[in-house]
């Protein structure tokens, strides 16, 4: 069955420099992998999705990589900032369910806090 | 993005009772919803996919008639958490489904805690 690694360790970096955090699966490659920002007792909040097609995607200062040979997406922060202090999680399809809508699956999460 | 909101926040309950909590999609039709279940530092794990007008889908493991799921509107779906006991205290989370984009957008989370 399809595993998402996502480094469990918390990432500290200084403020303006470059955040990379990893998602690795395991199995078969997505049509199209998301990733999500969540803070501590919210629900996450949607931030970018790559198609399986696309080698990268940027919103602003942020910017996904996605490698299907080498099943693997970098999600970086450019320019991090305090605010930016948050667990980033990766969620890549799951089967589809019986209805026909896929089901995500969801990595553990990175925290991210960048230091002042 | 699309707001997703999901009542109540929190909520403390005495063992034996039950325990509704929803989940709205306020600007797009979401003909599924899903519902998760998140443990501290922990991912979040999925329990059930609730489609308009059928019945829900569980995951295996996921007691269907302790956790009643009704999808009842394009808008609203409703997990009820019937005579709750002190292991179902978790955090539960919404989340509706675009289909056009293929994103999903959560609601804030619901808190639960069963003494």
């Known amino acids: 069955s399809q595993k998402i690694e996502q480094n469990s360790e918390a990432l500290n970096i200084q403020e303006g420099k470059t955040a990379t955090l990893t998602c690795n699966y395991t199995?078969?490659?997505?049509?199209?992998l998301q990733w999500y920002r969540q803070d501590p007792g919210r629900g996450p909040v949607f931030l970018l999705l790559?198609?399986?097609?696309?080698k990268e995607k940027r919103k602003e200062r942020l910017k996904v990589t996605f490698d299907t040979t080498l099943k693997q997406s970098l999600f970086h922060i450019t320019a991090s900032q305090p605010a930016d202090s948050a667990t980033y999680l990766c969620?890549?399809?799951?089967?589809?369910?019986?209805?026909?809508?896929?089901?995500?699956?969801f990595g553990t999460g990175t925290r991210l806090k960048v230091l002042a | 993005g699309a707001v997703v909101s999901q009542h109540p926040s929190w909520v403390i309950c005495k063992s034996g009772t039950s325990v509704k909590i929803e989940c709205r999609s306020l600007?797009?039709?979401?003909?599924?919803m899903f519902w998760y279940r998140q443990f501290p530092k922990q991912s979040l794990m999925l329990m059930a996919t609730?489609?308009?007008?059928?019945?829900?889908?569980?995951e295996q493991g996921v007691e269907k008639d302790k956790f009643l799921i009704n999808h009842a509107s394009l808008t609203l779906s409703t997990l009820t958490v019937t005579s709750a006991h002190p292991e179902d205290s978790s955090f539960y989370i919404c989340?509706?489904?675009?289909?056009?984009?293929?994103?999903?957008?959560f609601g804030e989370g619901s808190r639960l805690t069963v003494l």
């Open positions: 989340s509706a489904y675009r289909g056009r984009t293929g994103e999903l957008f």
């Open positions: 199995n078969y490659s997505p049509a199209y």
């Open positions: 790559i198609r399986e097609n696309e």
């Open positions: 969620a890549l399809e799951g089967p589809r369910g019986t209805s026909g809508t896929y089901k995500y699956i």
């Open positions: 600007d797009f039709q979401a003909t599924t």
């Open positions: 609730s489609n308009e007008g059928s019945k829900a889908t569980y």
